[in-house]
């Protein structure tokens, strides 16, 4: 069975950084693009960044500059560097193999001081 195990959120104040891994067992990143994306307090779930072939990025406006996807095929792995954070990042944090019906459990991300 396919399973996207994410990791990495936690509580950090307003300018700090996380990364945030996403693990998958099954299924290879090689041939399919995937996502994070994000789910806020009384929000609707957003798309944060997209990665195709490993190479092919693209993030949503509110993160350009700040947020930045890459994988590790070898590893099976896909991260989102997330550095000046906000308090409006505070979300569930969910890593998505486009395409599929495959979500990780989410990982909280909280920015406060």
């Known amino acids: 069975q396919v399973q996207l195990v994410e990791s990495g959120g936690g509580l950090v104040q307003p300018g700090g950084s996380l990364r945030l891994s996403c693990a998958a067992s099954?299924?290879?990143?090689?041939?399919?693009?995937m996502g994070w994306y994000r789910q806020g307090p009384g929000k609707q779930r957003e798309l944060v960044a997209t990665?195709?072939?490993?190479?092919?990025?693209n993030y949503a406006d509110s993160v350009k500059g700040r947020f930045t996807i890459s994988d590790d095929k070898a590893k099976n792995t896909a991260y989102l560097q997330m550095n000046s954070l906000k308090p409006e990042d505070t979300a569930v944090y969910y890593c998505h193999i486009i395409g599929t019906g495959y979500w990780g459990q989410g990982t909280q991300v909280t920015v406060s001081s």
């Open positions: 990665i195709t072939s490993g190479t092919v990025t």
């Open positions: 099954r299924i290879s990143f090689a041939i399919y693009s």
